[in-house]
């Protein structure tokens, strides 16, 4: 079993950042930020594989979002800077235990996700 818990999302101005927090136990597993805007699938944001290793970005997340863990707090972050209204989305972590990165559609484990919105 893994257990997920965001924190952090809120309202912010285009261009202003905030940072998301996501309390992980359980199961050594690959992790990783997804976000679901209205109307939308969700879509991958970021991942760190399972051996802690490397780390994936979106494209369109890339140079502006920053994925970071703290493993003695067993706690994963999103440092999100110049944000856009684009990156208007309900943000969750995810967890795979299986695969190295996780996907969102191998995720076995899902927070219970967090707003973002952010104004023009």
């Known amino acids: 079993q893994v257990q997920l818990v965001e924190s952090g999302g809120g309202l912010v101005q285009a261009g202003g950042s905030l940072r998301l927090s996501c309390a992980a136990s359980?199961?050594?597993?690959?992790l990783g930020w997804f976000r679901q805007a209205p109307g939308k699938e969700r879509e991958f944001v970021a991942a760190?594989?399972?051996?802690?290793?490397?780390?994936y970005y979106a494209d369109s997340v890339k140079g502006r979002f920053t994925f970071s863990r703290d493993n003695a707090k067993n706690t994963l972050y999103l440092q999100m800077n110049s944000l856009k209204p684009e990156d208007t989305a309900v943000y969750y972590c995810?967890?795979?235990?299986?695969?190295?990165?996780?996907?969102?559609?191998?995720?076995?484990?899902w927070g219970q996700g967090t707003q973002v919105t952010v104004s023009s």
């Open positions: 995810a967890a795979d235990p299986h695969l190295a990165v996780v996907t969102v559609k191998s995720a076995q484990y």
């Open positions: 359980g199961r050594t597993s690959s």
């Open positions: 760190i594989s399972r051996n802690g290793g490397s780390t």
